[in-house]
């Protein structure tokens, strides 16, 4: 019985025109950066970097990341695109599945599950250095990890019900202080049970308990800064 083989990665983004951009903007031949390539474990013809340039071929991630090096250049600037998922972020950041992991305090199989399935089992602090090692902000940090309903689905019952019941769960899912926390749960259920006064023009509709949460969280970080 024939084993089952993984699904290949899917295509890294590539811009063949900021490479050209890089490359003429350094002043180097096609040939050159061949060579740079290979001082960083790459070996390819010079043709294949000119067909990367007219976008007959595509690098993997370990060419990618070499030819940032070669040009002297972050990944991100070379992918034409912002990163959308865990594995784009942490290309974007040059770095390797291995040393992320190890910068997580992670198993790298822990890791590489936690990009090919989209959901991340990481503890507290964990999260938080995810959020920092790909540098992403809170609302991209839930949204890579799967855990965006979790928390609509706990900013509802805290509007609905009693804040204080969903401080927990809110900070097990938000690496913000809980101060800050406390603050804007009470503020949220406070504006969405504040009552229209009579005689008065109908309040505009309550935006979503989830937009009103991060509204609520960056005017509060604009409040400490």
């Known amino acids: 019985m024939r084993r089952r083989q993984p699904p290949a990665p899917a295509p890294v983004p590539f811009s063949p025109a900021a490479a050209r951009a890089h490359r003429t903007a350094l002043g180097l031949t096609a040939d050159q950066v061949a060579a740079g390539l290979a001082a960083h474990g790459v070996r390819l013809l010079p043709a294949h970097v000119l067909g990367w340039e007219e976008g007959r071929f595509r690098p993997g991630e370990e060419e990618l990341t070499a030819l940032a090096r070669t040009l002297w250049c972050p990944p991100a600037d070379l992918m034409g695109t912002a990163p959308a998922t865990l594995r784009e972020h942490r290309i974007a950041r040059g770095l390797t599945p291995d040393r992320a992991a190890r910068q997580l305090g992670l198993a790298p199989a822990a890791y590489l599950r936690a990009e090919t399935t989209g959901r991340w089992t990481g503890d507290g602090e964990q999260t938080r250095l995810l959020a920092r090692v790909l540098a992403l902000d809170l609302p991209a940090l839930l949204r890579l990890t799967g855990r965006t309903a979790d928390l609509d689905a706990s900013l509802r019952q805290a509007v609905q019900g009693r804040w204080q019941s969903q401080l927990a769960p809110v900070a097990s899912l938000v690496p ?8 804007v749960l009470a503020t949220l259920q406070s504006e969405h049970h504040t009552p229209a006064s009579w005689g008065t023009t109908p309040p505009p ?5 989830a ?6 969280l960056a005017e509060a970080g604009e409040e400490r800064a």
């Open 176 to 183: 913000v202080d809980p101060a800050t926390l406390e603050h």
């Open 205 to 209: 509709p309550r935006p979503e308990p």
């Open 211 to 216: 937009l009103r949460f991060w509204q609520l």
